[in-house]
């Protein structure tokens, strides 16, 4: 395309972004008109892709992480015949695929954007997949506004692809001086963000975003560095093109006040076509699994750590499925994902301290194909709970662990302690929640993750801890087991993880009292298992449930949802940790939290005899 064409196409572009914004009465058209010189550029002439095959394993990554620009996306699949100029209008209608913010009900798009920042961690993951994994040479391309460039998850991005050389990684920021409620932190300070990235060990490059030749030489540049990852910093001007609204405050996610004077201003609709290039032929080299599983097995009666159970079993399913991978913030340690790093180091990916990177990541891998683990300490998930809500609205299927929950790990203290991550990823939409209490358990839930559609979460225990269940015993997601039950049964106990076997001690106690009671295993917290649930309550008339979690929206707030569909609820008296805790030896933290056999014991006591537990 001659320079002229490249011209055209940016305003062909422009044009569309406001005709669909004026369409859905919303939208963002002033931050889309800013970077559709950019954009025009990248599609005619650098762009590798086949709309036909969205699944061709050679095609280039393309991420709006500035979503809010998705008018400037639609406009694009519109050139390039993906969609036509009907669909281009229905912009933002209920029944339309093209949403406010891009998300993969798309076949073009990999991952849902729109929540500031998260663009490029998860192109991260993506150039990572291509470089260490697939060892195909796509490119993947991050469109970023200037704004999101304060985001901590951004630096956290740039410096991951620095330290692992992500050349095939580029990131074009849209300086166009403008956020949402003024000036940006930098405005057009180009250098100040070279300065940035440079320090970190980018290749810049600083360009003028609306000069088609400048753009199409960085460009050019970027596919050319080896060693580095590339930035194209573009000076660009919102709502370039039409002088009512270009780089002025007060214009951000609206449509424009004339849009058919707009039009008229950018020359009018166009209706240009480009054939997209096509990606060489690439061959995925994930698709052989390897061997049959064949699972770690524990003996009854062995004391083993939830933990060390997960690290075994992911390192065996590593060595049966070649598209697993392992990924772990600087805890593998404890996490026990250094097992797999051993086994399959090609397939371990260490994110250090960066929980976000971490989660964006497996994201990006995710959408190349592959089956992510990721693993930290249940605690600092809690910093990635925006990308992981993220990732549930990309509909993406990616495995997340968290070691050292609760109380239970004792003399850590408190800033330690996972207490809020049922709660967490019981939330999500979509989502499944594992909290396994002994090491078959454990190694047989690793598995089934494996083919478990969402998010998934799986959350382990430190300490170790008796096993309970032999190895060939099965445990489908959204079951429990019944540990403990008789017809003289007067509670049932519900419990989950460490809390099991302090359930199965209390039992032991209050057996010896004649006071039978009925355990529950609620290994599968979300799905769980309301008619196990309910057949407890119509047998005993009263349910106790005791988590090593904060009281809302874990174990408990699970059972009470079994019984939401109209049916009488049963007597209901949760056990969770309420107090704040200290430094303290695991038992004694059981004790202070009011969860261990003895205060299960003292419950039900205070539940046979009728009294008002308050």
């Not at 339309?96 to 929540?115: I, K, N, Q």
């Not at 500031?116 to 291509?130: E, K, R, S, T, Y």
């Not at 559609?453 to 096993?467: A, E, H």
């Not at 290994?523 to 649930?533: E, F, G, I, R, W």
């Amino acid at each position: 395309m001659r320079n002229d064409q490249l011209a055209e196409l940016g305003q062909q572009l422009r044009v569309d972004a406001v005709r669909a914004a004026d369409a859905a009465g919303s939208g963002h058209p002033t931050s889309s008109m800013s970077a559709a010189d950019l954009a025009a550029v990248l599609l005619a002439h650098h762009l590798r892709y086949d709309f036909d095959q969205p699944d061709h394993p050679g095609n280039d990554r393309l991420i709006f992480s500035k979503g809010h620009a998705s008018p400037l996306l639609y406009a694009l699949y519109r050139v390039a015949g993906a969609i036509d100029d009907e669909e281009l209008l229905s912009f933002r209608r209920l029944d339309s695929r093209l949403e406010g913010h891009p998300t993969p009900r798309l076949p073009w798009v990999d991952v849902a954007t729109g929540s500031l920042g998260q663009g490029l961690p998860v192109g991260v993951g993506m150039a990572l997949a291509g470089k260490r994994l697939d060892q195909i040479p796509y490119r993947v391309w991050v469109l970023a506004g200037d704004s999101e460039m304060a985001e901590g998850s951004v630096w956290e991005a740039v410096e991951h692809a620095a330290y692992e050389h992500l050349d095939n990684l580029t990131l074009i920021i849209d300086v166009n001086r403008l956020g949402q409620r003024g000036p940006t932190r930098h405005g057009w300070d180009l250098e100040a963000y070279a300065r940035r990235l440079g320090a970190f060990g980018w290749h810049t490059i600083e360009i003028d975003g609306h000069d088609v030749v400048a753009v199409d030489a960085a460009l050019k540049e970027a596919g050319s560095t080896v060693g580095q990852p590339t930035a194209i910093i573009a000076r660009t001007r919102k709502g370039r093109g039409v002088a009512e609204v270009e780089d002025r405050e007060g214009m951000h996610g609206k449509p424009l006040p004339d849009a058919a004077a707009a039009i008229e201003e950018l020359g009018g609709p166009r209706f240009i076509r480009v054939d997209v290039h096509k990606p060489p032929a690439a061959k995925v080299l994930h698709t052989a699994l390897g061997g049959p599983l064949s699972l770690p097995a524990f003996e009854v009666g062995e004391s083993v750590a939830t933990r060390t159970a997960f690290g075994k079993a992911l390192a065996a399913l590593g060595s049966a499925r070649s598209d697993v991978v392992a990924l772990d913030g600087e805890v593998g340690d404890s996490t026990r994902t250094e097992y797999f790093a051993k086994v399959h180091p090609s397939r371990f990916f260490e994110c250090y301290i960066a929980e976000q990177e971490l989660v964006g990541t497996a994201v990006g891998m995710q959408a190349r194909g592959y089956v992510p683990y990721a693993s930290t300490f249940a605690a600092f998930l809690t910093r990635a709970h925006d990308f992981i809500r993220m990732a549930a609205v990309s509909r993406a299927a990616i495995n997340l662990v968290g070691s050292h929950a609760g109380v239970a790990i004792g003399q850590d203290g408190p800033s330690q302690m996972g207490l809020e991550d049922l709660a967490m990823f019981r939330a999500l939409h979509g989502s499944t929640v594992l909290y396994p209490c002994d090491a078959n358990q454990t190694a047989r839930l690793v598995a089934a993750m494996a083919e478990l559609p969402g998010v998934s979460y799986l959350r382990t225990s430190r300490g170790n801890m008796p096993v309970i269940y032999g190895p060939d015993e099965e445990f489908p997601v959204g079951g429990s087991k019944v540990l403990r039950s008789s017809d003289r049964d007067r509670v049932t106990v519900v419990a989950g993880g460490v809390t099991v076997h302090e359930a199965v001690r209390a039992a032991d106690l209050l057996g010896q009292e004649g006071i039978d009671v009925r355990i529950v295993d609620l290994y599968s917290v979300k799905p769980a298992d309301a008619v196990t649930l309910q057949e407890a309550a119509d047998a005993t008339g009263c349910l106790l449930t005791v988590e090593d979690h904060r009281p809302e929206g874990g174990i408990g707030d699970a059972v009470a949802e079994a019984f939401t569909d109209g049916r009488p609820m049963p007597r209901l008296v949760r056990l969770g940790v309420r107090n704040m805790p200290g430094s303290a030896t695991p038992e004694e933290q059981l004790h202070m939290s009011g969860i261990d056999a003895e205060s299960i014991a003292a419950a039900v006591r205070l539940l046979v005899e009728q009294a008002v537990v308050r």
